[in-house]
T-cell receptor
Framework: DGGITQSPKYLFRKEGQNVTLSCEQN?????MYWYRQDPGQGLRLIYY???????QKGDIAEGYSVSREKKESFPLTVTSAQKNPTAFYLC??????????????FGEGSRLTVL | QQQVKQSPQSLIVQKGGISIINCAYE??????FPWYQQFPGKGPALLIA?????SEKKEGRFTISFNKSAKQFSLHIMDSQPGDSATYFC?????????????FGQGTILTVHP
């Protein structure tokens, strides 16, 4: 089935540890995105990538890092510098190099809890 | 200038009723206005979207009304069903290659009672 796969679904981390969230898509989309969701605040953009080997900071990039070595993969690392990392993290993809509908397809999310 | 304000925060309607959720934006460069539906523990899914060259778009029981001069848009769910109970987010972006850089509203938790 075509879609976006995020793993792990749940993750617990001790303060001071870095963690990496995986995001894989088989929709052949060029663009991929990471959003953070907190209760009552909607979703906020962390990082995005419109093409392999290129990515840009979103609105709340501090304390996060990403890589885009393959079209299918866009992992997010939550570093120890992120002051409030407990949140629900959502990965999305969408095609933009011609023929796209404007729709973003989201994964089912990864819930990170810092203990 | 990047904010999208959404109201109400929560909404309870009876089965068969009309659900109305409103959003207001500030940035006049926004060119794409989608609504997403999210069920608990899942990622959001696109419900319906509109661009500012039309004032209304309807897909089944879901309608977006868009008022460019007031910088407001709203989602109407007709004949609301218990299966519509979910969190709804409005969003906006500048369109083109920036369409995926969405600014989201705070969300509305809709509960439809049978």
């Amino acid at each position: 089935d075509g879609g976006i796969t995020q793993s792990p679904k749940y993750l617990f981390r001790k303060e001071g540890q870095n963690v990496t969230l995986s995001c894989e898509q088989n929709l052949n989309h060029d663009a991929m995105y990471w959003y953070r969701q907190d209760p009552g605040q909607g979703l906020r953009l962390i990082y995005y990538s419109q093409i392999v080997n290129d990515f840009q900071k979103g609105d709340i990039a501090e304390g996060y890092s990403v890589s885009r070595e393959k079209k299918e993969s866009f992992p997010l690392t939550v570093t120890s510098a992120q002051k409030n990392p407990t949140a629900f993290y959502l990965c999305a993809s969408g095609g933009w190099l011609g023929g796209h509908t404007g729709e973003l397809f989201f994964g089912e999310g990864s819930r990170l809890t810092v203990l | 200038q990047q904010q999208v304000k959404q109201s109400p925060q929560s909404l309870i309607v009876q089965k068969g009723g009309i659900s109305i959720i409103n959003c207001a934006y500030e940035n006049t460069a926004f060119d794409y206005f989608p609504w997403y539906q999210q069920f608990p523990g899942k990622g959001p899914a696109l419900l319906i979207a509109i661009r500012p060259d039309v004032s209304e778009k309807k897909e089944g029981r879901f309608t977006i009304s868009f008022n460019k001069s007031a910088k407001q848009f709203s989602l109407h769910i007709m004949d609301s069903q218990p299966g519509d109970s979910a969190t709804y987010f409005c969003a906006a972006s500048k369109g083109g290659t920036s369409y995926g850089k969405l600014t989201f509203g705070q969300g509305t938790i809709l509960t439809v009672h049978p």
